[in-house]
């Protein structure tokens, strides 16, 4: 078992999903803040669906619990997942959130989910894609003529570590942050300045530190099985 002490709390970062969840969660100012600089574009008002919302594409399909679950001014839907760890089918990953995004749209009743956006974002640790780009944006796309299907659904994959690609210096100084860089370069930026702040408060949350303490060892566990 891992030894779950101050100096162990003090070396979590944002990379950390369930540290991620907290610092997000019910606060649409900052989760809007959040997609403004993933996808370097203002998104306006958001407003949280539910805390570690699950979504399923079927009745009889598990669920997929969602990191940061958010309806925008526009009606568009977007998630935000941060992924610290090597997954081998990450695209398949994304499409599954995607259907599973789009089919709760519906079921919801809302008059616009038919037509709405939906947008879901992996920021992660490593590089999934392998050509070292900081950021990759996919959308539904015609091979023969070079030419994008209007589905409306779209699917951006951040690497922290990236090095390779133009983004704006807001989204290159949070993903700086994500992978691990606190020098004043960093934190000069408002934003990466607020997320380290709320990263502080919560790893000094002894109410937060006992449910993390609880999931990590069910999941050591688990590996261990």
């Known amino acids: ?45 958001v407003a949280y669906l539910d805390d570690n919302h699950e979504v399923k594409p079927s009745l009889e399909a598990h669920g997929n619990v969602l990191d940061v679950y958010v309806r925008m001014d526009s009606g568009a839907l977007a998630n935000v997942e941060m992924q610290d760890y090597r997954e081998r089918a990450l695209g398949l990953r994304m499409r599954a959130y995607l259907a599973a995004i789009d089919t709760d749209a519906l079921a919801s009743g809302q008059p616009r989910a038919r037509h709405a956006w939906s947008t879901s974002v992996f920021i992660c640790t490593m590089d999934h894609v392998g050509d070292g780009r900081r950021k990759h944006t996919a959308h539904w796309r015609l091979e023969e003529v070079d030419a994008c299907v209007m589905t409306r659904q779209e699917m951006v994959i951040l690497y ?23 020098g004043e370069d960093v934190l000069d930026d408002p934003f990466v300045r ?32």
């Not at 944002?14 to 370097?40: H, M, P, Q, W």
């Not at 133009?166 to 100084?173: F, G, N």
């Open 1 to 45: 078992m891992a030894r779950y002490d101050d100096e162990y709390f003090e070396g979590i970062g944002i990379s950390n999903d369930y540290i991620f969840r907290e610092v997000f969660r019910r606060n649409e100012g900052r989760t809007a803040r959040l997609l403004s600089t993933v996808l370097e574009r203002p998104v306006g008002a």
């Open 194 to 225: 607020e997320l380290d702040e709320a990263v502080r408060e919560v790893r000094r949350d002894n109410t937060w530190r006992e449910g993390f303490m609880t999931v990590q060892e069910k999941l050591e566990i688990w590996k261990e099985q």
């Open 160 to 182: 922290a570590g990236g090095r390779r690609g133009e983004v704006s210096p807001q989204l290159d100084a949070f993903l700086r942050y994500v992978a691990g860089y606190t």
